[in-house]
């Protein structure tokens, strides 16, 4: 399939998401791709997707770029999370008036490549600005790759973690003899006696919690981790086939139960109810991810550190992640001078990352992972290990941040945190969720 063919039916698919939220300005560049005129508004035209602490601190990123190369300008443009950004994105590279520079999340780099939005690295200036393989965390360099190709530079990886609250942990006897971190802990025995631990020994209302109720992302963070201690990803052949491990659903499904059944976590919580256990030491541990860091350091007088979660079923820890990650996408115009300004700008962006670290995420540029700016954070330096155990979402045109698979197939896992299904009939429920996208046509062939 050609490129442009491959750019159309994935419009098709979703350009419906881009037109009802994308025209709100006519002076956008958005717009100005759809009629035709060149939004060089910049040296270097960036879209992004932060708001927050995230998006503070790619603002000082920006700057620090601006401060080092004067000559070269910036235009920052933030637009809405998930499919609204993805699909804005698509429909200005394919009306061939695209940003510079571009972020994706790693899980949906897939489609994006298939789809001949993006251009590839090699063919890019930032080999020559020493951009290159050995300086990357492997996973998401591997996650970057795409059949061969290299299409993306990852920026940071954001992992689920394990927090707790370390006042409640030292009550449990969880502490290790310096009282910097948790005693070893591997497999699902060890794991539920922590839990039990602060909850009985440690006084906690629960030994842990998550956010649960109406939060089906969290939830398939937390599903997808404990299942791939065991099996491959759960559909392959490009999101084509289910590949169901029956007995290793059921492990962890059953699994999963032993820490709700019980009461030793709640069957069903909002994210603020989850918060305010946590924030108030009414729960020892926090199922979340790094990027609620910076929420916790606000709570008055609470002591939190955040860990790697340890092999729970299996032999070896799994960490669920995703990764930011920066792109060039497809430009035919040609304009040397404009895809160097955007490769010094990456580039500028990966030495600036130890300040992209203060919201929680792990540098992927090893550099900076290394540096004594990365080294004094605390606790990001507590969990890089997970950064190495990356497991990211499977493989296909539906999958990713902010999907709505992870909407569909988180929710059959909050059945089963309610124990409202059992593990047996977690399998049935499970196939006939993914049934609605193996068997639909994807918009672009991916290999």
């Given at each position: 399939m050609s490129g442009a063919m491959a750019r159309r039916r994935f419009l098709a698919l979703g350009g419906g998401l881009a037109l009802t939220g994308g025209l709100a300005a006519c002076s956008s560049p958005l717009v100005s791709g759809l009629t035709g005129a060149q939004p060089n508004t910049a040296d270097v035209v960036f879209w992004n997707l932060f708001t927050g602490g995230d998006g503070a601190n790619m603002v000082l990123m920006e700057k620090a770029f601006q401060k080092a190369d004067p000559?070269?300008?910036?235009?920052?443009?933030?637009?809405?999370?998930?499919?609204?950004?993805?699909?804005?994105?698509?429909?200005?590279?394919?009306?061939?008036?695209?940003?510079?520079?571009?972020?994706?999340?790693?899980?949906?780099?897939?489609?994006?490549?298939?789809?001949?939005?993006?251009?590839?690295?090699?063919?890019?200036?930032?080999?020559?600005?020493?951009?290159?393989?050995?300086?990357?965390?492997?996973?998401?360099?591997?996650?970057?790759?795409?059949?061969?190709?290299?299409?993306?530079?990852?920026?940071?990886?954001?992992?689920?973690?394990?927090?707790?609250?370390?006042?409640?942990?030292?009550?449990?006897?969880?502490?290790?003899?310096?009282?910097?971190?948790?005693?070893?802990?591997?497999?699902?025995?060890?794991?539920?006696?922590?839990?039990?631990?602060?909850?009985?020994?440690?006084?906690?209302?629960?030994?842990?919690?998550?956010?649960?109720?109406?939060?089906?992302?969290?939830?398939?963070?937390?599903?997808?981790?404990?299942?791939?201690?065991?099996?491959?990803?759960?559909?392959?052949?490009?999101?084509?086939?289910?590949?169901?491990?029956?007995?290793?659903?059921?492990?962890?499904?059953?699994?999963?139960?032993?820490?709700?059944?019980?009461?030793?976590?709640?069957?069903?919580?909002?994210g603020a109810g989850a918060n305010a256990l946590f924030s108030t030491g009414k729960a020892g541990f926090l199922f979340d991810g790094e990027w609620q860091i910076p929420t916790y350091r606000q709570v008055k007088d609470l002591r939190f550190n955040v860990v790697p979660f340890p092999a729970l079923l299996g032999p070896k820890p799994v960490a669920y992640a995703d990764s930011h990650a920066l792109i060039l996408p497809r430009n035919d115009r040609g304009d040397e001078t404009r895809t160097r300004s955007a490769a010094k700008f990456v580039r500028s962006l990966l030495d600036s990352s130890a300040v992209w670290a203060e919201g929680g995420h792990v540098p992927a540029w090893l550099p900076t992972q290394r540096s004594r700016a990365f080294l004094d954070q605390s606790p990001q330096r507590n969990y890089v290990e997970a950064a190495f155990n990356a497991q990211y979402d499977p493989v296909a045109w539906y999958t990713g941040a902010g999907s709505d698979f992870q909407g569909v197939i988180g929710g059959t896992v909050i059945e089963a945190l309610a124990g409202r299904i059992t593990p047996g009939g977690m399998v049935a429920a499970m196939r006939s969720a993914l049934k609605r996208y193996t068997t639909s046509r994807p918009p672009v062939t991916m290999k």
């Open positions: 000559g070269t300008t910036v235009e920052a443009t933030v637009l809405g999370w998930g499919n609204p950004y993805y699909t804005k994105l698509a429909l200005a590279i394919a009306s061939g008036t695209p940003p510079d520079v571009g972020i994706t999340h790693l899980s949906r780099l897939p489609l994006l490549a298939a789809s001949g939005l993006l251009e590839p690295i090699e063919r890019t200036p930032l080999g020559e600005l020493g951009v290159t393989q050995d300086k990357f965390t492997p996973a998401a360099w591997k996650k970057a790759t795409v059949d061969g190709t290299v299409y993306a530079v990852p920026l940071d990886t954001h992992p689920f973690v394990l927090y707790y609250n370390v006042d409640i942990a030292r009550k449990a006897g969880l502490l290790n003899s310096t009282g910097d971190d948790l005693v070893p802990l591997k497999g699902k025995e060890d794991f539920v006696d922590a839990v039990k631990a602060m909850k009985e020994a440690g006084g906690a209302q629960y030994g842990a919690a998550m956010s649960i109720t109406a939060d089906p992302s969290t939830a398939w963070r937390f599903f997808s981790m404990v299942y791939s201690g065991l099996a491959g990803p759960i559909v392959t052949d490009s999101g084509t086939k289910i590949a169901i491990d029956e007995a290793a659903l059921r492990e962890a499904v059953a699994f999963i139960q032993s820490l709700t059944g019980p009461g030793l976590m709640p069957k069903n919580l909002t």
